[in-house]
Each structure stands twice: as C-alpha cells, then as structure tokens.
C-alpha cells in the first residue's frame, strides 16, 4: 500500500494517510526499512503493509518512496 506521512510525534509513532480512508494509520518507528525516523518529514510518500493488532490496524514494514 502507499500514502503519505501526515504526523509524526517526538515519542517515535506517527500517522500515515491513506487516499480514500478518513483516519490515519498508526505506525511505530520498529516498522521502519531502510529509513530512520529522525529522516522522516510529514508529507514524505511512503510504502507498507498493513496488519491487524490489539488496538487496531497498523502500518508495518514502512519504507520512503
């Protein structure tokens, strides 16, 4: 799947917007390849796949485009 960075906290998690979904999908920095978050900057086009957990849908193996 593809979207676009939309927040990202001091706490190491942030958000990513889909195209056509109302809320964004959470991600935590452990999902990050090939880039670290200090290099990620809100409106970055990202890559991921998205899996089910406990609290929710979530964004894993989350790669810069």
Avoid: Q
């Amino acid at each position: 799947m593809e979207g676009v960075i939309e927040t990202l906290t001091e706490k190491g998690f942030g958000f990513i917007k889909v195209e056509g979904e109302a809320k964004g999908l959470f991600f935590h920095s452990n999902e990050l390849k090939g880039v670290t978050y200090a290099e990620l900057k809100v409106g970055d086009k990202v890559t991921f796949e998205k899996a089910d957990s406990p609290k929710g849908p979530n964004a894993i193996n989350v790669s810069r485009v």
